[in-house]
């Protein structure tokens, strides 16, 4: 296992451009915190706009001959990529672990999953089809196929620091795209060292360029009004997403949007209380909570709704808090003080209106920006946490009479990415899936994402699908040739 130090001294922390590390323009950086501590980590390089005009310099450059290389060509160098990840994943886990605080062993289930995208579209680059038909009419044959979009913008979460990032990157190197990634200012690290690891796996120069920044708008405003971008993908809050969008319509650029979530968790009567407890826990506190996939507003069915909450409350105040680092912690800090500021107030604001709190509910013990594990009961319909994300360790949970009731309330919201039902019916389980205004759906299972799976909502949720055999066709262009 490699220790702190040793680990912060040996990482990247200038930008990636042209297959090379280089300081930012004028040699401004920024700090990275540990938020377990508050103290900083490490400096790392501060790019400016004129950076990220480099960088789409070197990916236009690079996009013709990364284009015409080889299927088989992209698809072993992701292969050996996901290779180096794995070989690295004690690396990449404390890494994690330290800047975005999660347990450690998430961080090493983040390390598979996000490996896994590599793997998964190593294979697809070698799938991508068209089609080639005789015309209805008899008078000429259509030949169908597909060609990379081009130069790409990624901008990526703070969550999930690498799944976040190769969901987008793998596929994009995949179909033949070059690619400018803007990770997170909080956690830029875990790409800063993915960067060393495509070059150790023989990335070509240019292909990929990564930037750092603690100022996102300025960084990327001159790329949305440059022609050579063909395409953004985000991850990230709905009211940045409307932002991008808003910019990309300026030159009609192709875009990606996977934003916010309001995910609903119903337990209808017919459900095994017992699984459904456990499904809840993993649905809600994945991560310490912050993922766009947590169940945020969980609604049980009022016959079974005390039992639901007495189970629930019982398994959230036995978790242990603490640095992510340490044995045995099951939730670590949350990313920022002012992110734990923002859940605190969601909590406030609902036992201000009546909601009860049956554990948790204030911030916990350390100098870092931990928050107790929270069940709030009897939550009103008017309580802003049942409208906005929380982003925490808070369990909202709400009452309904039958099943129309449930689906009415878990469809009350503009958001649509990600869903759980838990009942023993299968008819009520096809019936409600169907029902529910959401991209994604969990049934008798409180976690859903898959590398195989498009990923991807509806609603104010996004655009656009990542990852399975879907996920690809983000970054594929279609071209009709029409043939005598």
């Given at each position: 296992?490699?220790?702190?130090?040793?680990?912060?001294?040996?990482?990247?922390?200038?930008?990636?451009?042209?297959?090379?590390?280089?300081p930012?323009?004028?040699?401004?950086?920024?700090?990275?915190?540990?938020?377990?501590?508050?103290?900083?980590?490490?400096?790392?390089?501060?790019?400016?706009?004129e950076?990220?005009v480099?960088?789409?310099?070197?990916?236009?450059?690079?996009?013709?001959?990364?284009?015409?290389?080889?299927a088989?060509?992209?698809?072993?160098?992701?292969?050996?990529?996901?290779?180096l990840?794995?070989?690295?994943?004690?690396?990449?886990?404390?890494?994690?672990?330290?800047?975005?605080?999660?347990?450690?062993?998430?961080?090493?289930?983040?390390?598979?999953?996000?490996?896994?995208?590599?793997?998964?579209?190593?294979?697809?680059?070698?799938?991508?089809?068209?089609?080639?038909?005789?015309?209805p009419?008899?008078?000429?044959?259509?030949?169908?196929t597909?060609?990379?979009?081009?130069p790409?913008?990624?901008?990526?979460?703070?969550?999930?620091?690498?799944?976040?990032?190769?969901?987008k990157?793998?596929?994009?190197?995949?179909?033949?795209?070059?690619?400018v990634?803007k990770?997170?200012?909080?956690?830029?690290?875990?790409?800063?060292?993915?960067?060393?690891?495509?070059r150790?796996?023989?990335?070509?120069?240019?292909v990929?360029?990564?930037?750092?920044?603690?100022?996102?708008?300025?960084?990327?405003?001159?790329?949305?009004?440059?022609?050579?971008?063909?395409?953004v993908?985000?991850?990230?809050?709905?009211?940045?997403?409307?932002?991008?969008?808003?910019?990309s319509?300026?030159?009609?650029?192709?875009?990606?949007?996977?934003?916010?979530?309001?995910?609903?968790?119903?337990?209808f009567?017919?459900a095994?209380?017992?699984?459904?407890?456990?499904?809840?826990?993993?649905?809600?506190?994945?991560?310490?909570?912050?993922?766009?996939?947590?169940?945020?507003?969980?609604?049980?069915?009022?016959a079974?709704?005390?039992?639901?909450?007495?189970?629930?409350?019982?398994?959230?105040?036995?978790?242990?808090v603490?640095?992510?680092d340490?044995?045995?912690t099951?939730?670590?800090?949350l990313?920022?003080?002012?992110?734990?500021?923002?859940?605190?107030?969601?909590?406030t604001?609902?036992?201000?209106?009546?909601?009860?709190?049956?554990?948790?509910?204030?911030?916990?013990?350390g100098e870092?920006?931990?928050?107790?594990?929270?069940?709030?009961?009897?939550?009103?319909?008017?309580?802003?946490?049942?409208?906005?994300?929380v982003f925490g360790?808070?369990?909202?949970?709400?009452?309904?009479?039958?099943?129309?009731?449930?689906?009415?309330?878990?469809?009350?919201?503009?958001?649509?990415?990600?869903?759980?039902?838990?009942?023993?019916n299968?008819?009520r389980?096809?019936?409600?899936s169907s029902a529910?205004?959401?991209?994604?759906?969990?049934?008798n299972?409180?976690?859903?994402?898959d590398?195989?799976?498009?990923f991807?909502?509806?609603?104010?949720?996004?655009?656009?699908r990542?990852?399975?055999?879907e996920?690809i066709?983000?970054y594929?262009?279609?071209?009709?040739?029409?043939?005598?």
């Amino acid at each position: 296992m490699t220790d702190t130090q040793t680990l912060l001294a040996s990482l990247p922390t200038d930008l990636w451009i042209g297959g090379e590390q280089v300081p930012a323009t004028g040699g401004k950086t920024f700090p990275v915190r540990n938020p377990a501590t508050g103290e900083v980590l490490i400096e790392v390089a501060d790019a400016t706009p004129e950076d990220g005009v480099r960088a789409l310099d070197a990916a236009a450059q690079a996009q013709a001959r990364w284009a015409s290389t080889p299927a088989r060509e992209r698809s072993e160098m992701l292969r050996r990529t996901w290779e180096l990840v794995i070989e690295r994943r004690d690396d990449f886990a404390l890494l994690m672990t330290l800047k975005m605080g999660k347990p450690l062993t998430e961080s090493y289930g983040e390390v598979t999953y996000g490996g896994e995208f590599l793997r998964w579209f190593s294979e697809e680059a070698v799938r991508i089809n068209g089609r080639y038909t005789q015309s209805p009419s008899g008078n000429g044959r259509i030949l169908v196929t597909k060609e990379p979009v081009g130069p790409t913008l990624a901008i990526t979460p703070w969550n999930f620091p690498l799944a976040m990032g190769t969901r987008k990157i793998a596929p994009a190197f995949a179909a033949g795209c070059t690619m400018v990634v803007k990770p997170a200012a909080e956690t830029p690290l875990t790409m800063l060292l993915l960067g060393e690891v495509f070059r150790q796996a023989g990335l070509p120069a240019g292909v990929l360029s990564i930037l750092p920044t603690s100022s996102s708008s300025k960084l990327t405003a001159p790329l949305f009004d440059d022609h050579r971008l063909r395409k953004v993908t985000f991850t990230g809050s709905t009211g940045v997403g409307k932002i991008l969008l808003q910019q990309s319509a300026t030159r009609v650029l192709r875009t990606s949007m996977e934003l916010g979530g309001n995910a609903p968790f119903v337990v209808f009567a017919d459900a095994d209380i017992d699984e459904a407890v456990e499904g809840a826990m993993a649905a809600k506190m994945r991560n310490t909570g912050e993922a766009c996939t947590a169940a945020n507003r969980i609604h049980v069915d009022n016959a079974v709704r005390a039992e639901f909450i007495e189970k629930l409350t019982a398994r959230m105040k036995a978790l242990k808090v603490g640095p992510g680092d340490l044995d045995g912690t099951q939730v670590g800090p949350l990313i920022t003080e002012k992110q734990r500021s923002s859940v605190a107030e969601l909590v406030t604001d609902a036992v201000d209106k009546g909601a009860v709190v049956t554990t948790g509910g204030c911030n916990a013990a350390g100098e870092g920006y931990f928050y107790e594990p929270t069940v709030l009961a009897d939550v009103p319909a008017d309580a802003r946490i049942l409208k906005e994300e929380v982003f925490g360790p808070v369990a909202a949970v709400i009452g309904f009479d039958g099943e129309d009731e449930g689906v009415a309330a878990a469809n009350d919201t503009e958001f649509g990415l990600a869903a759980y039902i838990y009942t023993e019916n299968l008819d009520r389980a096809l019936r409600v899936s169907s029902a529910l205004e959401s991209g994604m759906v969990g049934v008798n299972r409180g976690i859903i994402s898959d590398v195989a799976a498009p990923f991807g909502g509806v609603k104010e949720s996004g655009l656009g699908r990542e990852s399975g055999s879907e996920g690809i066709e983000e970054y594929l262009e279609i071209k009709y040739i029409a043939l005598r």
